[in-house]
DNA sequence: TGCAAACCATAAC
DNA sequence: GTTATGGTTTGCA
């Protein structure tokens, strides 16, 4: 039976379903109820969720990694993913956004490049993405530095991005399955966000 | 800039 | 099978 943890941090609450030790889905919110709803929601009646008494050793490191991956620090922690049920495409694409760094980003037609097919069937798979923000999705935009989309709201994109800043200057390649992933440091969407509207109000 | 047409995997019928 | 649906992209006015 799938387990539910949530944990709040400051202002923000983490949860994962999980079952053992591989995470099904994650999400975060404003509040636990939140993110359960968001969870009734992925899992419909046939799938009855059952919150943790004693979350395990596992589902506590899980909720810890999210919480320092929304912090904008960059973890080697990893956390296993149930990717089975899904298509073989849409593993190969969550795959591949799991390996963008901290402190850049990839397009969507990007990534598409890297795995096949193309942008919007990447775009398909960030929209339906179960796994924010262990799978960071926030890091896919668009081809032209713009931010793209968010299932959170696009303020929430870009203060993620605000807090990723390295400090990289130059565009790398991360080589991933099958391909090789090209990425661009966070700061070139930044800067464009900021040229183009107010500094004190990009969004 | 803005708009239209091409693009591609999925889910729902 | 077919159709509808996107967190896209590119080209062209």
Redesign the pocket.
């Given at each position: 039976m799938l387990e539910v943890h949530v944990k709040t941090f400051g202002d923000t609450a983490f949860g994962i379903v999980y079952e053992g030790k591989a995470v099904f889905a994650s999400n975060f919110g404003v509040n636990s109820e939140d993110v359960l709803r968001s969870f009734q929601r992925m899992f419909p009646i046939e799938a009855p969720l059952r919150v943790a008494a004693e979350p395990s050793a596992f589902a506590q490191k899980a909720v810890i990694v999210m919480r320092d991956i929304y912090e904008g620090k960059s973890t080697d922690e990893t956390v296993l993913l149930a990717l089975g049920r899904?298509?073989?495409?849409?593993?190969?694409?969550l795959k591949a956004v799991s390996r963008i760094p901290v402190g850049y980003v990839a397009?969507?037609?990007?990534?598409?490049d890297a795995v096949?097919?193309?942008?919007?069937?990447?775009?398909?798979?960030?929209?339906?993405?179960c796994f924010?923000p262990l799978v960071p999705?926030?890091?896919?935009?668009?081809?032209?530095l713009?931010l793209?989309?968010?299932?959170?709201g696009l303020r929430v994109?870009y203060e993620f991005l605000r807090r990723e800043k390295q400090g990289f200057t130059e565009p790398n390649q991360i080589p991933i399955e099958g391909g090789v992933l090209r990425v661009f440091p966070v700061e070139f969407v930044l800067r464009k966000l900021e040229k183009?509207h107010d500094a004190t109000t990009p969004i």
């Amino acid at each position: 039976m799938l387990e539910v943890h949530v944990k709040t941090f400051g202002d923000t609450a983490f949860g994962i379903v999980y079952e053992g030790k591989a995470v099904f889905a994650s999400n975060f919110g404003v509040n636990s109820e939140d993110v359960l709803r968001s969870f009734q929601r992925m899992f419909p009646i046939e799938a009855p969720l059952r919150v943790a008494a004693e979350p395990s050793a596992f589902a506590q490191k899980a909720v810890i990694v999210m919480r320092d991956i929304y912090e904008g620090k960059s973890t080697d922690e990893t956390v296993l993913l149930a990717l089975g049920r899904f298509p073989a495409y849409t593993q190969r694409v969550l795959k591949a956004v799991s390996r963008i760094p901290v402190g850049y980003v990839a397009s969507y037609g990007g990534i598409a490049d890297a795995v096949g097919g193309g942008a919007r069937a990447v775009g398909n798979v960030m929209a339906t993405n179960c796994f924010a923000p262990l799978v960071p999705c926030h890091r896919v935009v668009s081809s032209s530095l713009g931010l793209g989309g968010y299932g959170g709201g696009l303020r929430v994109k870009y203060e993620f991005l605000r807090r990723e800043k390295q400090g990289f200057t130059e565009p790398n390649q991360i080589p991933i399955e099958g391909g090789v992933l090209r990425v661009f440091p966070v700061e070139f969407v930044l800067r464009k966000l900021e040229k183009k509207h107010d500094a004190t109000t990009p969004i």
